[in-house]
């Protein structure tokens, strides 16, 4: 039986005309009170209405007349930026990374501390340190705060269901930093930010679905189709780090062998650099010799400048990411795919080999309309825009896509 069609209520209809205005306003950067109401279908009276509420509230403000069209010219109106902070904060690198994020994802305010291989109890202390430090550095209100973590995650209950790294197993980290602030906390995977980074502040089309594959420590994929942000029935949707891609490969954290991340992550790729090092025909071992340690901007200048090892590593790498993305694309038929993190800076020549074996591993009529490029977004910022990405989805109703069934803030709007 079809559950039966509810009419909105007056206040859903508010809150519904307040986001659509607001939206149509933060979209255009410049717009009158009569372009929003042709542009919504809105009547004036209820566009002027809302209009005065967000002045009331500080978002909006008129900054001047527009040209006249005949008669009188019109008002314009504008958003103000830094009416309204959000809280950004990355858990997926070796050092926790925070900022305060005005309404157009610029950065007031960044403090990163490090991590030092600690977990457990300690990891959630230190997310206390950093929030609390974050909390002092601004003046303006603060409508919530948007975490990145790395492992499995269930974005709807803001609970860590698993996260090796810091040691972490069904911690109900919403919870607890609800309880502490009294702000809206929204929380996802740090693959599934680092997608909503790119497709709420890059320029990139917001008709089309996209892919942003995340690569550090970890590898995980955030999935964005139909303007929504997939994270499967299990809250898995991505996870291609631990497909396996090597039978009878290296162990991988996840107890597994022969996973993508054994292969293909900075830290696999850095341990697997290590014998060349040795190799005095190596450029690579020349540009250590003086005790420098191994890092990816040197494995970057090795592939550039041609040495033949890095170039075999890099070329396997590569490989094994394209034999991944060749899944992607077979089920998803995805025409965008971005690569995120330091290792993009291997170049279009590491990524043609990605997309080549890609396109040999799958349909090749679907994957030939299949782009692959690196991340707009430089990779020590992702995390923390994708996560104040979450805020505005959920206070404002912007563009980001939704997590469906995630919980609702209070809303700026629901006030």
């Keep these: 039986m079809r559950p039966s069609v509810q009419k909105a209520t007056r206040k859903q209809t508010r809150v519904h005309n307040s986001r659509l205005i607001f939206k149509t306003i933060y979209d255009r950067e410049e717009v009158s009170r009569a372009d929003i109401a042709r542009e919504t279908g809105l009547t004036r009276t209820t566009v002027s209405d809302v209009v005065g509420e967000l002045i009331g509230k500080g978002l909006v403000e008129e900054i001047g007349y527009g040209p006249s069209a005949g008669g009188k010219p019109p008002i314009l109106l504008s958003v103000v930026d830094d009416s309204y902070h959000l809280m950004g904060i990355d858990?997926?690198?070796?050092?926790?990374?925070?900022?305060?994020?005005?309404?157009?994802?610029?950065?007031?305010?960044?403090?990163?501390?490090?991590?030092?291989?600690?977990d457990g109890e300690i990891a959630l202390s230190l997310v206390y340190k950093l929030?609390?430090?974050?909390?002092?550095?601004?003046?303006?209100p603060l409508l919530g705060?948007?975490?990145?973590?790395?492992?499995?995650?269930?974005?709807?209950?803001?609970?860590?269901?698993?996260?090796?790294?810091?040691?972490?197993?069904?911690?109900?980290?919403?919870?607890?930093?609800?309880e502490r602030y009294g702000l809206p906390v929204?929380?996802?995977?740090?693959?599934?930010?680092?997608?909503?980074?790119?497709?709420?502040?890059?320029?990139?089309?917001?008709?089309?679905?996209?892919?942003?594959?995340?690569?550090?420590?970890?590898?995980?994929?955030?999935?964005?189709?139909?303007?929504?942000?997939?994270?499967?029935?299990?809250?898995?949707?991505?996870?291609?780090?631990?497909m396996v891609v090597v039978d009878g490969g290296q162990r991988c954290r996840c107890?597994?062998?022969?996973?993508?991340?054994?292969v293909a992550s900075a830290r696999s790729i850095l341990r697997q650099a290590q014998p060349i090092t040795r190799n005095p025909q190596s450029l690579l071992a020349q540009y250590v010799a003086d005790g420098e340690e191994i890092t990816l901007p040197l494995l970057r200048k090795a592939f550039l400048n041609g040495d033949e090892m890095v170039t075999d590593l890099l070329s396997n790498t590569a490989r094994y990411l394209g034999v991944a993305l060749a899944s992607c694309v077979s089920v998803l038929s995805i025409r965008r795919i971005l690569i995120a993190?330091?290792?993009?800076?291997?170049?279009?020549?590491?990524?043609?080999?990605?997309?080549?074996?890609?396109?040999?591993?799958?349909?090749?009529?679907?994957?030939?309309?299949?782009?692959?490029?690196?991340?707009?977004i430089s990779p020590d910022i992702i995390v923390i825009l994708g996560a104040s990405a979450l805020v505005l989805t959920y206070e404002l109703g912007l563009f980001a896509p939704l997590l469906i069934g995630a919980p609702s803030g209070r809303g700026i709007f629901r006030d």
């Design 255 to 262: 107890g597994n062998f022969g996973c993508l991340e054994t």
């Design 91 to 118: 858990l997926a690198s070796g050092e926790f990374r925070g900022a305060i994020v005005n309404l157009r994802g610029e950065i007031r305010h960044r403090i990163d501390l490090p991590l030092d291989d600690r």
């Design 186 to 242: 929204y929380v996802a995977n740090d693959s599934q930010t680092a997608a909503l980074a790119e497709y709420t502040f890059s320029d990139i089309d917001r008709n089309d679905n996209l892919v942003v594959v995340k690569i550090e420590n970890g590898i995980g994929a955030g999935i964005v189709l139909n303007s929504r942000l997939l994270y499967g029935d299990t809250f898995g949707a991505g996870e291609i780090g631990h």
């Design 131 to 140: 929030i609390d430090r974050l909390m002092q550095a601004t003046d303006s």
């Design 145 to 178: 705060i948007g975490i990145g973590s790395p492992g499995l995650m269930d974005p709807i209950h803001g609970v860590v269901r698993r996260s090796v790294n810091l040691d972490w197993r069904d911690l109900p980290l919403r919870s607890l930093l609800r």
């Design 341 to 376: 993190g330091e290792i993009a800076i291997f170049g279009e020549e590491w990524l043609h080999i990605i997309r080549q074996v890609m396109i040999q591993r799958s349909l090749s009529l679907v994957a030939n309309e299949t782009e692959v490029g690196a991340s707009s």
